[in-house]
Nanobody, 116 residues
Framework: QVQFVESGGGLVQPGGSLRLSCVPS????????MSWYRQTPGKQRELVGS???????DYADFVKGRFTISRDSAETGMYLHMNNLEPNDTAVYYC??????????WGQGTQVTVSS
């Protein structure tokens, strides 16, 4: 079963931007529906947004207008472009295949910390 590897997290000031990457850990030849999730300590993992194999995207209300999902050049991975970051966006971000529902194993995620 294909796994995905997240990267690109870090420390950023409120109002700043980051771009997270999600790539398959082994070569794949299928364009999956994929989603981004995030989790903070003591809370359940929550859906951030999804991209379908045809390019359609959907986002949680709390990131609409600030976050954008796009495919990478190989179309087997994806990016999460995060703008106007807020302290509440601090979390570990994960990606998984599936449209709005995780269908694969979880990776280690990438930590995003928004703080001044």
């Amino acid at each position: 079963q294909v796994q995905f590897v997240e990267s690109g997290g870090g420390l950023v000031q409120p109002g700043g931007s980051l771009r997270l990457s999600c790539v398959p850990s082994t070569p794949v030849y299928v364009i999956f529906d994929m989603s981004w999730y995030r989790q903070t300590p003591g809370k359940q993992r929550e859906l951030v947004g999804s991209i379908r194999s045809d390019g359609k995207t959907d986002y949680a209300d709390f990131v609409k207008g600030r976050f954008t999902i796009s495919r990478d050049s190989a179309e087997t991975g994806m990016y999460l472009h995060m703008n106007n970051l807020e302290p509440n966006d601090t979390a570990v971000y994960y990606c998984n295949r599936g449209w709005r529902v995780p269908l694969g194993d979880w990776g280690q995620g990438t930590q995003v910390t928004v703080s001044s």
